[in-house]
T-cell receptor, first 114, second 112 residues
């Protein structure tokens, strides 16, 4: 019940295309859903996050879509650029105590071809 | 500058030789965690701490120890490292569990 399932494992997109990464969860207590971006040799860094009171959050070219009833959320990268090539992790956590721990998906390696 | 600092960045050691990876944060965060990252397995939590002197096991705690004597520091101790602990390790801190987590640069550990 603590798992966050992420797909696909890898993704190749042409420059200017849309990249879509999906995640699914089981624990209905989760109330924080961040996406992290990791470049080679670096630690993950927060890209964008959403809480379940909204169905969508947009920051520049990055959008999170959230479907509470389906227990799914996804990251959309519009007009994908070669500089977006990185590994993306979805995560989830719940309020309070040990449930506050971030549970990560296994990651998606995105390659954007010029 | 807000940051999480891990040392060392790279470490090669031999089986059984005790080692410590240090982690320090300057954001006065309550939550700190250690993760290991392995290909295809994502980020798996080793231990976490909700505050000073409060630590608990994550998903993969075997072979590791931690301590939290000060709010800013959260060292990871491998008392008797084994080759299956060869991995990339990350320390992270956050204000609370379900808020933004800041990660260190990582420590690449090789146990031979």
């Amino acid at each position: 019940q603590q798992q966050v399932k992420q797909s696909p494992q890898s993704l190749i997109v042409q420059k200017g295309g849309i990249s879509i990464i999906n995640c699914a969860y089981e624990n209905t207590a989760f109330d924080y859903f961040p996406w992290y971006q990791q470049f080679p040799g670096k630690g993950p860094a927060l890209l964008i996050a959403i809480r379940p009171d909204v169905s969508e959050k947009k920051e520049g070219r990055f959008t999170i879509s959230f479907n509470k009833s389906a227990k799914q959320f996804s990251l959309h990268i519009m007009d994908s650029q070669p500089g977006d090539s990185a590994t993306y992790f979805c995560a989830a956590s719940a309020r309070g105590g040990s449930q506050g721990n971030l549970i990560f998906g296994k990651g998606t390696k995105l390659s954007v071809k010029p | 500058e807000a940051q999480v600092t891990q040392n060392p960045r790279y470490l090669i050691t031999v089986t059984g030789k005790k080692l410590t990876v240090t982690c320090s944060q300057n954001m006065n965060h309550e939550y700190m965690s250690w993760y290991r990252q392995d290909p295809g397995l994502g980020l798996r939590q080793i231990y976490y701490s909700m505050n000073v002197e409060v630590t608990d096991k994550g998903d993969v705690p075997e072979g590791y120890k931690v301590s939290r004597k000060e709010k800013r520091n959260f060292p990871l101790i491998l008392e008797s490292p084994s080759p299956n602990q060869t991995s990339l390790y990350f320390c992270a801190s956050s204000w609370r569990g379900n808020t933004e987590a800041f990660f260190g640069q990582g420590t690449r550990l090789t146990v031979v």
